[in-house]
């Protein structure tokens, strides 16, 4: 494992996912201090965070509802105590689908909150202390959906979409301060998440690829994004999809 000193820190929400374990390994491979974020799934994060410090990496875990404004800036203040976050994976989300005309205002207000307030929640607060470091890497999980549509997911694209756009416009302004923000937006990729969604069959007729993708192939990905080789890539939307589109 390559050792950075002293170890930036990184921030993966949904570290205790399918896609954010995977992220949170690499990160730690690549030298940051992981904090695997999670919000019902603690153990799972205290887990990984154990097994990355058993393999001579840095992790802690750490707790939080992302839509829950006061208890994210609470544990946020806490973190910050120890020093800012460079690294920043907004990468907590949930989909909860349905055909437009019969969406409850329930599904459509959940998904907002978990991936376009969650954003703000996170991301606003890390900001200052960031900023004053003069590096920065910001890297917001979206998804296929929203930069193709999707049937029966008018909500969760609109949340996603609504990052792409944040992502644009805050990469703008702290453009100058060494800081990147880009998204990343994946196709299917196999994890209990989609596991329900789509069947092989489904997967062989919407991927040109004929495969969902892996966790660690969107991580590879971010590690990229996160790393100096891509200082100068900002205000991307960048897929990985096997080709979808
Ligand atoms: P998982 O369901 O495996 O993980 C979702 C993560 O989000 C969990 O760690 C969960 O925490 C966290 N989370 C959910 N709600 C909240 C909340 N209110 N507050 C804090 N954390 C929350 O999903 P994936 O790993 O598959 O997805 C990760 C990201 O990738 C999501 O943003 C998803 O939209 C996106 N994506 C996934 C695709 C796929 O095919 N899998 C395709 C395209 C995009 P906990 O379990 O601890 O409650």
Not at 77 to 84: K, N, Q, R, S, T
Not at 94 to 106: K, S, T, V, Y
């Amino acid at each position: 494992m390559k050792t950075a000193t002293p170890r930036k820190k990184a921030l993966v929400t949904g570290g205790s996912g399918g896609i954010g374990s995977a992220i949170c390994r690499q990160l730690a491979n690549d030298g940051f201090h992981v904090v695997v974020h999670a919000n019902r799934s603690l153990e799972a994060a205290r887990s990984l965070a154990g097994e990355i410090t058993a393999a001579g990496g840095s992790a802690q875990a750490l707790a939080f509802d992302v839509t829950d404004a006061a208890a994210t800036s609470a544990a946020l203040e806490a973190l910050l105590e120890d020093g800012p976050v460079q690294v920043l994976v907004n990468n907590a989300g949930i989909h909860d689908d349905a055909i437009f005309p019969g969406m409850q205002l329930r599904q459509w207000q959940q998904v907002i909150d978990v991936s376009l307030n969650g954003f703000f929640h996170v991301t606003q607060p890390l900001m200052m202390p960031m900023i004053r470091t003069r590096w920065g890497r910001i890297i917001n999980i979206t998804s296929v959906a929203a930069v193709a549509g999707n049937r029966g997911q008018v909500n969760y694209s609109a949340a996603k979409g609504a990052l792409h756009s944040a992502t644009k416009s805050l990469a703008l302004e702290v453009a100058s301060r060494g800081i990147t923000v880009n998204a990343v937006a994946p196709g299917i990729i196999t994890t209990p998440m989609s596991h329900d969604s789509f069947d092989a069959s489904a997967i062989a007729q919407l991927v040109p690829m004929k495969r969902a993708g892996r966790p660690e192939e969107v991580a590879d990905l971010v590690s990229f994004l996160a790393s100096e080789r891509a200082s100068y890539i900002s205000g991307q939307i960048i897929s990985i999809n096997g080709g979808m589109i």
